[in-house]
């Protein structure tokens, strides 16, 4: 192995950083790690196997060569999603815990508008393929944004989470809550109803008609007659006052 070949190879893979170790190892990414740190170029003296000429990194040190392209990031807000920070998570206890299997690949944009559509407002993304949503940021402590440095699978120039780490975003649009119980006074009214004399031979009179309001609920204690009498064939009650429309007013 020599410097070429391997940036030859991860820029093949479409990479933008190429890193050389302990002789003859050759390592692609897209972004440094954050348990990565300068040290004295000194530290990197070991020869490459395919040309001794050249050094290639040592036994924990690597040497690493960039093309310059952008470091991948995470946009400050992406359509009405605003971005929240880096945060750690936890197999055994997830701060957002509603994964979603999205078929074109993980991006920013993909994982948002999966949560969105299914009423989430809070979107995380984790090791660079996993799309998370849910109703509440994170309680856990704020990382810092270095310590997400996966690049997404399906879009390399962005950063979605790392390992046991989520990139987060939170859509205040979304969010449709009441902090406290509203309530109106409204009359509750009964109309008489007058149970059918034609049709079937017998009529089940029990029945309430009740007439909905959107977003208004009332709880209404029904009765049913005991007693029935049978005229002409129909069955029908003999206390008609049981039976009545229910209506809410304002």
Same mark, same amino acid.
């Given at each position: 192995?020599?410097?070429?070949?391997?940036?030859?190879? +991860?820029? #093949?893979?479409?990479?933008?950083?190429?890193?050389?170790?302990?002789?003859?190892?050759?390592?692609?990414?897209?972004?440094? /790690?954050?348990?990565?740190? &300068?040290?004295?170029? @000194?530290?990197?003296?070991?020869?490459?196997?395919?040309?001794?000429?050249?050094?290639?990194?040592?036994?924990?040190?690597?040497?690493?060569?960039?093309?310059?392209? !952008?470091? !991948?990031?995470?946009?400050?807000?992406?359509?009405?999603?605003?971005?929240?920070? +880096?945060? &750690?998570?936890?197999?055994?206890?997830?701060?957002?815990?509603?994964?979603?299997?999205?078929?074109?690949?993980?991006? =920013?944009?993909?994982? @948002?508008?999966? +949560?969105?559509?299914?009423?989430?407002?809070?979107?995380?993304? *984790?090791?660079? /393929?996993?799309?998370? +949503?849910?109703?509440? !940021?994170?309680?856990?402590?704020?990382?810092?944004?270095?310590?997400?440095?996966?690049?997404?699978?399906?879009?390399?120039? *962005? =950063?979605?989470?790392?390992?046991?780490?989520? @990139?987060?975003?939170?859509?205040?649009?979304?969010? =449709?809550?009441?902090?406290?119980?509203?309530? #109106?006074?409204?009359?509750?009214?009964?109309?008489?109803?007058?149970?059918?004399?034609?049709?079937?031979?017998?009529? !089940?009179?029990?029945?309430?008609?009740?007439?909905?309001?959107?977003?208004?609920?009332?709880? =209404?204690?029904?009765?049913?007659? &005991?007693?029935?009498?049978? /005229?002409?064939?129909? @069955?029908?009650?003999?206390?008609?006052?049981?039976?009545?429309?229910?209506?809410?007013?304002?």
């Amino acid at each position: 192995m020599t410097v070429e070949s391997c940036i030859a190879f +991860c820029s #093949a893979g479409g990479f933008s950083l190429a890193g050389v170790e302990f002789g003859h190892e050759c390592f692609c990414d897209h972004a440094l /790690q954050p348990t990565g740190v &300068p040290t004295s170029a @000194t530290n990197c003296n070991q020869a490459c196997s395919g040309d001794s000429t050249e050094l290639c990194g040592a036994g924990n040190f690597i040497d690493v060569y960039w093309n310059g392209t !952008p470091r !991948p990031g995470v946009p400050q807000q992406v359509g009405t999603w605003n971005y929240l920070g +880096c945060f &750690p998570d936890a197999v055994s206890s997830r701060q957002i815990p509603n994964l979603h299997t999205i078929s074109g690949g993980v991006t =920013i944009e993909s994982c @948002t508008s999966a +949560c969105k559509a299914s009423g989430f407002s809070v979107a995380g993304l *984790e090791f660079g /393929q996993e799309c998370w +949503c849910g109703s509440s !940021p994170p309680s856990t402590t704020l990382l810092s944004d270095s310590d997400c440095s996966t690049t997404c699978a399906a879009n390399t120039s *962005e =950063i979605c989470g790392g390992s046991s780490k989520l @990139t987060v975003f939170e859509d205040p649009t979304g969010q =449709i809550c009441l902090n406290k119980t509203l309530s #109106a006074n409204f009359n509750l009214a009964a109309v008489f109803v007058v149970p059918p004399t034609t049709g079937a031979a017998s009529v !089940p009179l029990h029945v309430l008609m009740i007439q909905t309001v959107t977003l208004v609920s009332w709880s =209404i204690l029904t009765v049913r007659s &005991p007693t029935l009498a049978r /005229q002409n064939n129909k @069955t029908f009650s003999t206390d008609h006052k049981q039976y009545f429309h229910f209506r809410g007013f304002d």
